[in-house]
C-alpha cells in the first residue's frame, strides 16, 4: 500500500521553491496527479533541507540555514530532525528561548526522540550543557 500525506498538497512551483539550488543535493520528486508528494519524497526533502542546512551552518551563513529549514519545515510539520536542527541553529544566535521550543516540538513529534536520535542531536547536548533541560 502506498500511503501519502493528504493534507500536504504542493503546486509545482512550490515544489521547486523547496529543492535546494545545489544540484549535488537535487531529489526527484514524484508526483501522482492530484499534486500530492509520496511520503519517501518527503523524507528525501527533509533529508536534503538538513544536508543543505549544514553546508550553510559550516559556511557560517546562519540566515540561509534557518531558511532552508523554515521552508522544509512550512511543508513538512513531522520531522523532528528539521525542528532539531532549526533548534541547533537558534542556539548558534544565542536564542536560548526559541531552542527551547523547537526542542518541544521535537518530543511532541517524536517522544522517543531522546532514546533513538539523542547522542546525534547536539541541540540536545547543548541544552543538557546549559542546563535548560535535564536528562
Known amino acids: 500500500m502506498i500511503l501519502y500525506r493528504s493534507c500536504n498538497i504542493l503546486s509545482a512551483s512550490t515544489i521547486y ?3 535546494p539550488v ?4 537535487l531529489i526527484p520528486i514524484h508526483i501522482v496527479p ?9 523524507d528525501d526533502l527533509a533529508s536534503t533541507s538538513n544536508r ?3 553546508v550553510y551552518i559550516n559556511q557560517q551563513e546562519l540566515t540561509k540555514a534557518i531558511n532552508t529549514i523554515d521552508r522544509a519545515i512550512s511543508s513538512i510539520t513531522d520531522d523532528a530532525n528539521l525542528y532539531d536542527t532549526k533548534g541547533e541553529i537558534l542556539l548558534m544566535i544565542n536564542d536560548e528561548q526559541g531552542a527551547l521550543e523547537m526542542w518541544r516540538k521535537v518530543l511532541e513529534i517524536e517522544p522517543d526522540f531522546v532514546q533513538k536520535l539523542g547522542q546525534y542531536s ?4 547543548q541544552l ?3 542546563k535548560l533541560i535535564e536528562e
Do not use: D, F, G
Open 52 to 54: 543543505l542546512a549544514s
Open 17 to 19: 521553491s523547496l529543492l
Open 34 to 42: 492530484n499534486w500530492q508528494v509520496h511520503n519517501s519524497t518527503w
Open 128 to 130: 543538557k550543557e546549559k
Open 122 to 125: 547536539k541541540l540536545y547536548k
Open 22 to 25: 545545489c544540484p549535488a543535493l
